[in-house]
């Protein structure tokens, strides 16, 4: 069987992968496109802890935290989207480096 | 000590159950009422937060000892209960600041969105599971990224919303990295069993500080401190004014009162660490906000550089973490709340007179409204922390807490921050007062819910200031009883 570190050390890589893409990139959806890599990290580290050290018959609390964070998730892209899209609407841009209306 | 018996469970969550009822009636009876006067969601909304504060008052009443409820997912004390108080108190002033003389477009969304967002902030106080503590943040967040980027015909709202949301969405993925692994070294959620797995003879230093500091970067971007405070200036300038200052206050609050909790129920066994990380917080938020506020033209950008060093000062007293450093850290937020939604009020009855929110704007301003420029002043002067208005108390608490706890240094910092924070305060009521009118400027006119709004808050800056007795001993029972395991 695979050892729990593999997925540990999966899901630190990909959050540092998600991290340095928002970071790094200047196109608004890429940002959140890394920020929902960065939320995967944290599923894999969760299901992976649940699934090789707390699993018993009773304690489902690592999967519920996963279930709940897909819920959130979702709704964060949702709202993230349509602030994207307005922003484009506005500005007929999504790069970020274009959002220079406040700086002080 | 889990309650067993659901109906008085349901009894102690009744104020959060019916906020999430006036928001569903407020959202339904904007679509289906067509013709009703103006303001009368408004009025709708208030008594409807108003009421939530009553059945708190009835039923919600701590008791004796902590009490968890919903299988330990929420904590009924006098800490949850007393910031539930702060965000109902601040969401009705903000609703009230919200009206505009001609009713816009939206308006139940808008009021749905913000009393959503006040459900979540009395989840974050009473959380004491870190899955709820999660939710309860987001949903508090959401809300907000929206009403940021509520005028979304303007370039500026919806550049603020679209900041406020990338910030947020980035900070509260590196906090719940932070609590994957806090299920990871405990396998459970709740507060009491991941603090025994963070013992220190049961895991590495080195690693709790890893994960403490994973958490923390959620928590310093909700209360807009140093290093992840860039977002504010940006958010409060673009965002409708009301909601600026509702962010400033309530979500602020919100942000220490989950702070609070989490250092003294999951991080307890390391002292040493939440001194040492939240001690560098708070003086870089201190420096940055005073020293970039001193040149700012905008009063909504200068009024945020100073809301982040108000942070940083709130943070001396959870960073000492006595019962006086918390108990002061919660008597500055209370004092906050009235303080700074009366300096956004009267930004925002400006900004709706003259279309500007620059501080030239608000030049000579005792004479075309010597009413609002008293409120203002006082709010500037409570800011400043200057004696006999409520934020001087707050100041003098969280120094208090510094020298008792040995980090005279730090009080030492605060104390000159403060001056420098003074500077910048005096010299606005030096425009308010001495500075000429504006050519072709007449006097401003101040609709009812905008005088009813500052004088609350007027009246609680005098109260907090020269009564302090009774709120401080309130606060003081949230932090002897937060300290109490």
């Known amino acids: ?104 | 000590m889990t309650g067993s018996f659901p109906a008085a469970m349901l009894l102690k969550s009744l104020p959060e159950i019916s906020l999430v009822i006036l928001a569903g009636l407020v959202l339904l009876l904007s679509l289906v009422w067509k013709k009703r006067p103006p303001q009368a969601l408004t009025w709708i909304t208030i008594a409807g937060l108003m009421l939530c504060l009553l059945l708190a008052l009835l039923f919600a009443l701590p008791v004796k000892g902590p009490y968890l409820i919903w299988g330990g997912l929420l904590k009924i004390d006098v800490l949850s209960f007393l910031f539930r108080m702060i965000f109902l108190t601040g969401a009705a002033l903000t609703v009230l600041i919200s009206v505009e003389r001609q009713p816009s477009q939206g308006q139940g969304e808008y009021l749905a969105l913000l009393i959503t967002s006040v459900f979540g902030m009395c989840l974050m106080a009473a959380s004491a599971d870190i899955l709820m503590l999660y939710l309860a943040i987001e949903i508090t967040a959401m809300p907000l990224f929206i009403l940021a980027a509520f005028q979304f015909r303007q370039k500026k709202s919806a550049e603020a919303g679209l900041k406020y949301f990338l910030y947020g969405a980035m900070t509260s993925t590196v906090m719940v990295f932070g609590f994957s692994l806090l299920f990871g070294i405990s396998g459970q959620t709740g507060y009491s069993a991941i603090a025994a797995a963070l013992e220190p003879d049961r895991l590495p230093v080195s690693l709790t500080a890893g994960i403490f500091m994973l958490v923390l970067v959620g928590f310093l971007f909700k209360v807009s401190a140093a290093p992840f405070h860039f977002w504010a200036p940006d958010v409060y300038e673009g965002a409708p004014t009301p909601i600026a200052g509702f962010l400033s206050t309530a979500s602020k609050a919100a942000g220490f009162a989950a702070l609070l909790r989490i250092l003294q129920e999951v991080f307890r066994a390391s002292p040493e660490l939440r001194f040492g990380l939240l001690a560098a917080a708070a003086v870089a938020s201190m420096l940055i906000g005073n020293f970039l506020a001193l040149r700012q033209k905008n009063l909504k950008r200068l009024l945020a550089y100073s809301s982040i060093a108000q942070a940083g000062y709130i943070l001396v007293g959870a960073a000492v973490g006595t019962p006086l450093g918390a108990s002061g850290a919660i008597y500055y937020l209370i004092a906050y709340l009235v303080t700074n939604l009366a300096a956004f009020g009267a930004v925002a009855v400006v900004s709706s007179n003259t279309g500007s929110d620059q501080i030239a704007a608000f030049s000579g301003l005792n004479r075309r409204n010597a009413a609002l420029a008293l409120v203002l002043g006082a709010a500037l002067l409570s800011l400043g922390g200057v004696p006999v208005f409520a934020g001087f108390f707050g100041k003098f608490l969280v120094f208090a807490s510094a020298v008792q706890a040995g980090a005279v240094w730090l009080a030492v910092i605060g104390v000159l921050n403060a001056v420098v924070g003074l500077y910048y305060y005096l010299n606005l009521l030096k425009v308010m007062y001495l500075d000429p009118v504006p050519e072709g400027s007449g006097p401003l006119t101040v609709v009812f819910p905008w005088k009813a709004a500052l004088l609350v808050c007027a009246a609680g800056i005098l109260v907090l200031g020269f009564i302090y007795r009774p709120w401080y001993h309130w606060a003081d029972l949230a932090a002897q009883m937060l300290l109490l395991h």
């Not at chain 1, 890599?37 to 699934?51: H, P, S």
């Not at chain 1, 998730?73 to 709202?79: D, G, H, I, K, N």
Request: glycine content about 4%.
């Open chain 1, 1 to 104: 069987m695979i050892p729990l570190s593999w997925y540990l050390i999966l899901a630190a890589l990909l959050f540092c992968i998600g991290l340095f893409g928002v970071l790094a990139r200047k196109n608004s959806v890429a940002v959140l496109m890394s920020v929902e890599l960065m939320l995967n990290a944290v599923n894999i580290n969760l299901l992976a802890f649940w699934r090789y050290l707390y699993l018993t018959s009773t304690a489902y609390n690592g999967f519920v935290f996963v279930v709940v964070l897909f819920a959130v998730a979702a709704a964060e892209t949702a709202v993230g989207l349509a602030i994207i899209i307005s922003a484009y609407r506005s500005r007929k841009t999504v790069a970020a480096e274009d959002f220079t209306a406040l700086q002080g």
